[in-house]
């Protein structure tokens, strides 16, 4: 039989090496606690193990079991070594929650260096402009009436109201089974996300229906998350997709409700092309224009990073998919009448992402009363307004070409994907949802919750080899606990469907896209205002599951500090 007596660093290899020695540190040299309590921040916010073992740090946890009087039976022994561990993680989490991540800072994917930029393009909606919660509900509003009116949706529909926080990003729906869910880096469903209307769906019903938690390739949505081609998901990847998400799951609640027979492809497709009428149609467009003040938020903060830009020489681009009108109506609020000077190329309804595609399309000029000129273009113009055309043509006109290009956009797919898989252009992700997050990871809650959940498991993963049925019987018990604790990670994000980023352990499927198509990320474009044009992005080297949990990347203090911790110059808390 293995003995019990284990290293507390053994019980928490690999997933919180960094906590065994901060927990040896604690109780054996508190007069150095400043130097690993810094670096301890980094196990909750993910962004490397970084610390290395203390040499001759005396393991308490070990000396606790072999203490142990030889006839203590094994129960108390695994029960002393739990109490120890749980004593010495709940006496570090104030140390660990003073260690606050800076929502202010811009995350890296990949390396990447700002020395290297010379040309910066942005989307328009949700990267330089940025909503009020009235968008949403308003969006939902009028959806919801096209439904009764246009769709004949039963009247007791007007009834429902958008519900703000019900889901989040990056969420997939199956049309054929009218089921909305999160789903992981790996294609499992996460169980306890799955809902039928404004309802959780067993996880028992759930199994039964996908035989399993693993939804198969081929039914996975396609490239751009859309469900085509046999594909029986869709992935709602776009922020303006949180009122659609929450319209399908009322209507579903009402035809439940009612005991309705309903044909679920039919919903979807209705809803959708509800929702897509709010925008075709310009019924949003007009009502954002007729109340800028009410729906456009943080202006000043997008113009000042247009300013700083232009101030350093920088040429600056737009293509949007939005209509000349409700872009400069916004821009004009945002910047000011003149707001066209800053950028050297200014494309609308472009038709992403087939304009990153589809070569055919030629540019066509605008006018400023929005009449469309029939003149080849044989050169983009600063001042002027185009319309689609494609990147092909824009990249033969402006010569802009590679990893001196940074895109920004908030769409994974349709605005970054393409352009880094195919054209070498850098991107930057704008992810409003992180500083919520981040906000929330920075709680002593979330830090207790989260430090004593890696060290339980670090517990089961050792502890599993004793097979003896006393022994089993802690382990299950344990097991159990942390069955208990981790949904509790779930509903502090969102009740229904949690992070924006993690299931319980795996990154979603939507962290998997952003990671492989961001070359950074960020809550707004404000953050760039935190550095200057000659940082460079450096990714933290997570250890990968075969290597060692310790990456030391020091500081010129010599103090092993993740950078991502430092806080950037110039920022606001």
């Known amino acids: 039989m293995a003995?019990?007596?284990?290293?507390?660093?053994?019980?928490?290899?690999?997933?919180?090496?960094?906590?065994?020695?901060?927990?040896?540190?604690?109780?054996r040299r508190p007069s150095t606690s400043c130097s690993w309590t810094r670096?301890?921040?980094?196990?909750?916010?993910?962004?490397?193990?970084?610390?290395?073992?203390?040499?001759?740090?005396?393991?308490?946890?070990?000396?606790?079991?072999?203490?142990?009087?030889?006839?203590q039976d094994t129960t108390e022994r695994l029960w002393s070594v739990y109490n120890e561990t749980k004593r010495q993680t709940e006496a570090l989490t104030p140390a660990i929650s003073a260690n606050s991540v800076n929502p202010n800072t811009i995350f890296a994917n990949n390396e990447m260096s700002l020395r290297d930029t010379e040309i910066y393009?942005?989307?328009?909606?949700?990267?330089?402009?940025?909503?009020?919660?009235?968008?949403?509900?308003?969006?939902?509003n009028i959806a919801r009436d096209i439904l009764i009116t246009n769709h004949r949706y039963p009247e007791g529909l007007r009834k429902y109201e958008y519900i703000p926080n019900f889901a989040v990003r990056g969420l997939h729906y199956d049309v054929q089974k009218a089921l909305l869910m999160k789903i992981d880096a790996f294609h499992y469903i996460q169980l306890g996300t799955v809902y039928?209307?404004?309802?959780?769906?067993?996880?028992?019903?759930?199994?039964?229906?996908?035989?399993?938690?693993?939804?198969?390739?081929?039914?996975?949505?396609?490239?751009?998350?859309?469900?085509?081609?046999?594909?029986?998901?869709?992935?709602?990847?776009?922020?303006?997709?949180l009122p659609e998400m929450t319209l399908l799951s009322c209507v579903n609640d009402f035809f439940m409700r009612h005991n309705i027979d309903y044909e679920p492809v039919h919903l979807y497709k209705d809803v959708k092309e509800a929702?897509?009428?709010?925008?075709?149609?310009?019924?949003?467009?007009?009502?954002?224009?007729?109340?800028?003040?009410?729906?456009?938020?943080?202006?000043?903060?997008?113009?000042?990073?247009?300013?700083?830009?232009?101030?350093?020489?920088?040429?600056?681009?737009?293509?949007?998919?939005?209509p000349f009108d409700f872009v400069d109506r916004g821009m004009s609020y945002i910047v000011g009448k003149?707001?066209?000077?800053?950028?050297?190329?200014?494309?609308v309804q472009a038709d992403k992402p087939s304009f990153f595609n589809?070569?055919?399309?030629?540019?066509?000029?605008?006018?400023?009363?929005?009449?469309?000129?029939?003149?080849?273009?044989?050169?983009?113009?600063?001042?002027?307004?185009?319309?689609?055309?494609?990147?092909?043509?824009?990249?033969?006109?402006?010569?802009?070409?590679?990893s001196k290009v940074l895109y920004f956009g908030d769409h994974i797919y349709s605005d970054l994907a393409d352009l880094t898989l195919k054209h070498g252009w850098r991107t930057g992700a704008i992810i409003p949802e992180l500083r919520k997050e981040i906000k929330i990871m920075n709680t002593e809650q979330y830090v207790h919750m989260m430090a004593w959940l890696k060290a339980l498991t670090g517990l089961i993963e050792q502890m599993q080899v004793h097979r003896d049925p006393a022994s089993q019987a802690v382990v299950e018990e344990w097991i159990r606990e942390r069955d208990a604790m981790r949904p509790q990670t779930k509903d502090i994000?969102?009740?229904?469907?949690?992070?924006?980023?993690?299931?319980?352990?795996?990154?979603?499927?939507?962290?998997?896209?952003?990671?492989?198509?961001?070359?950074?990320?960020?809550?707004?474009?404000?953050?760039?205002?935190?550095?200057?044009?000659q940082h460079t992005f450096f990714p933290r080297r997570t250890p990968l599951q075969h290597e060692s949990p310790f990456w030391p990347e020091h500081s010129p203090a010599g103090l092993s500090v993740p950078s991502q911790l430092h806080r950037p110059k110039a920022e606001s808390d």
């Open 3 to 27: 003995p019990l007596s284990l290293p507390l660093s053994s019980l928490l290899r690999p997933r919180a090496g960094v906590l065994c020695n901060a927990l040896q540190a604690l109780h």
């Open 39 to 71: 670096n301890f921040g980094a196990v909750r916010h993910g962004v490397g193990q970084l610390l290395s073992p203390q040499p001759g740090a005396a393991n308490y946890a070990a000396s606790a079991c072999s203490s142990s009087s030889a006839g």
């Open 358 to 402: 589809d070569r055919r399309k030629p540019f066509r000029r605008v006018t400023d009363k929005g009449a469309l000129l029939w003149d080849r273009i044989h050169k983009l113009e600063k001042g002027q307004i185009y319309k689609q055309g494609n990147l092909y043509e824009f990249l033969r006109l402006t010569g802009w070409r590679g």
């Open 121 to 140: 393009g942005f989307d328009y909606d949700y990267t330089l402009a940025f909503y009020s919660s009235h968008l949403h509900t308003m969006i939902f």
């Open 196 to 241: 039928r209307g404004l309802h959780p769906v067993p996880d028992e019903e759930v199994i039964a229906m996908y035989e399993g938690c693993h939804v198969p390739l081929e039914n996975m949505s396609d490239f751009y998350g859309k469900s085509s081609h046999g594909h029986t998901m869709k992935q709602f990847m776009d922020i303006f997709s």
């Open 275 to 322: 929702i897509r009428d709010v925008h075709v149609k310009g019924i949003m467009y007009r009502a954002v224009e007729a109340d800028i003040e009410k729906y456009i938020c943080y202006g000043e903060q997008s113009h000042a990073v247009l300013k700083k830009l232009s101030e350093h020489g920088k040429k600056m681009f737009l293509i949007t998919n939005s």
């Open 338 to 347: 003149d707001w066209r000077d800053l950028f050297d190329v200014v494309i």
């Open 493 to 533: 994000f969102n009740t229904q469907f949690g992070s924006l980023f993690r299931t319980y352990h795996n990154p979603t499927y939507f962290s998997r896209r952003l990671s492989r198509f961001a070359d950074i990320y960020m809550a707004s474009i404000s953050c760039l205002l935190n550095y200057d044009f």
